[in-house]
């Protein structure tokens, strides 16, 4: 049977960036929203950073009103965070780790040090009915203690892997290692999101990682956006996300069928020429 399609959350923090940069009404990161929802976005991502630095909690608060898909917001585990949660009651969340230095999200959230913190908060947001996911490193450890924080969701974070030089060492052994963790979430019964710094470029080979769930991607699409729209941006990350996941698909069956044919002492796919 083939699996679901894995879905598309479209963080739209930097529509709101523009805006700030200058102070003014527009462009509206609710109307981005909209037209990527129309677009067919499976869902919309936006991240409230401490320092406001793009979305506004009017925006949070419109999301939660005027979304068809569902809103995914993340943020950082504090109380002031956690409050605004309970008040907006967003769809899903995702505990993220914060730096009011850093230019983007740096690593993943380190739940086996906050265990307490990040296991409490995991309660109060399912009281209220999220969805909860953590962002994290594909790192076991880390897997293992967002399982045992009561998380039904991770959200492997791609950084590492978007960062390093495509087809270089350190590029494939960050790829292994989040194969690796997503086999292992998915053997402890963990939905896996992955996300950051996905773009045209490098989220076929996401898309193929084994179950895979929802890839969340922002920047790489609004800037897309600027030359083509943002319609066309959405669909373009759409069918790159369909194609790498029907070709993880095919080289998983390849690989079964190999192994089988190994089994039953056929070697003709590996000898035969
Ligand atoms: C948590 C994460 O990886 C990102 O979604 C995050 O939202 C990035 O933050 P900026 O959008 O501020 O770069
Ligand atoms: N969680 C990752 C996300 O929402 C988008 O990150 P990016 O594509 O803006 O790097």
Same mark, same amino acid.
């Given at each position: 049977?083939?699996?679901?399609?894995?879905?598309?959350?479209?963080?739209?923090?930097?529509?709101?960036?523009?805006?700030?940069?200058?102070?003014?009404?527009?462009?509206?990161?609710?109307?981005?929203?909209?037209?990527?929802?129309?677009?067919?976005?499976?869902?919309?991502?936006?991240?409230?950073?401490?320092?406001?630095?793009?979305?506004?909690?009017?925006?949070?608060?419109?999301?939660?009103?005027?979304?068809?898909?569902?809103?995914?917001?993340?943020?950082?585990?504090?109380?002031?965070?956690?409050?605004?949660?309970?008040?907006?009651?967003?769809?899903?969340?995702?505990?993220?780790?914060?730096?009011?230095?850093?230019?983007?999200?740096?690593?993943?959230?380190?739940?086996?040090?906050?265990?307490?913190?990040?296991?409490?908060?995991?309660?109060?947001?399912?009281?209220?009915?999220?969805?909860?996911?953590?962002?994290?490193?594909?790192?076991?450890?880390?897997?293992?203690?967002?399982?045992?924080?009561?998380?039904?969701?991770?959200?492997?974070?791609?950084?590492?892997?978007?960062? #390093?030089?495509?087809?270089?060492?350190?590029?494939?052994?960050?790829?292994?290692?989040?194969?690796?963790? #997503?086999?292992?979430?998915?053997?402890?019964?963990?939905?896996?999101?992955?996300?950051?710094?996905?773009?045209?470029?490098?989220?076929?080979?996401?898309?193929?990682?084994?179950?895979?769930?929802?890839?969340?991607?922002?920047?790489?699409?609004?800037?897309?956006?600027?030359?083509?729209?943002?319609?066309?941006?959405?669909?373009?990350?759409?069918?790159?996300?369909?194609?790498?996941?029907?070709?993880?698909?095919?080289?998983?069956?390849?690989?079964?069928?190999?192994?089988?044919?190994?089994?039953?002492?056929?070697?003709?796919?590996?000898?035969?020429?």
């Amino acid at each position: 049977m083939h699996p679901p399609r894995i879905l598309l959350g479209v963080n739209i923090d930097h529509i709101a960036t523009l805006r700030q940069a200058r102070g003014t009404r527009y462009p509206d990161p609710v109307q981005a929203a909209l037209l990527a929802e129309e677009a067919g976005a499976d869902g919309i991502t936006v991240h409230l950073r401490e320092d406001r630095r793009h979305i506004q909690p009017r925006d949070v608060r419109l999301l939660a009103e005027v979304l068809n898909t569902r809103m995914n917001l993340e943020m950082a585990v504090t109380e002031e965070m956690l409050a605004l949660a309970e008040e907006v009651r967003p769809a899903h969340v995702c505990l993220v780790p914060e730096k009011r230095e850093e230019l983007t999200t740096e690593g993943g959230l380190d739940i086996v040090g906050g265990f307490d913190h990040i296991a409490s908060a995991c309660q109060r947001l399912a009281a209220i009915g999220c969805d909860i996911s953590l962002f994290i490193d594909p790192d076991e450890a880390q897997i293992d203690a967002a399982k045992r924080a009561g998380a039904p969701t991770i959200e492997l974070h791609t950084g590492a892997y978007a960062e #390093a030089k495509p087809g270089s060492a350190e590029a494939n052994a960050e790829y292994d290692r989040l194969s690796a963790a #997503a086999v292992h979430a998915v053997s402890l019964g963990l939905v896996v999101n992955a996300g950051h710094g996905l773009h045209y470029h490098n989220v076929e080979a996401i898309a193929a990682l084994p179950g895979v769930n929802e890839l969340n991607i922002g920047h790489a699409i609004i800037a897309r956006a600027l030359f083509v729209g943002l319609k066309e941006a959405v669909q373009e990350m759409k069918r790159l996300i369909i194609a790498g996941q029907e070709a993880g698909l095919m080289a998983a069956l390849d690989a079964h069928e190999h192994e089988h044919d190994h089994d039953h002492g056929d070697s003709h796919h590996c000898c035969g020429h």
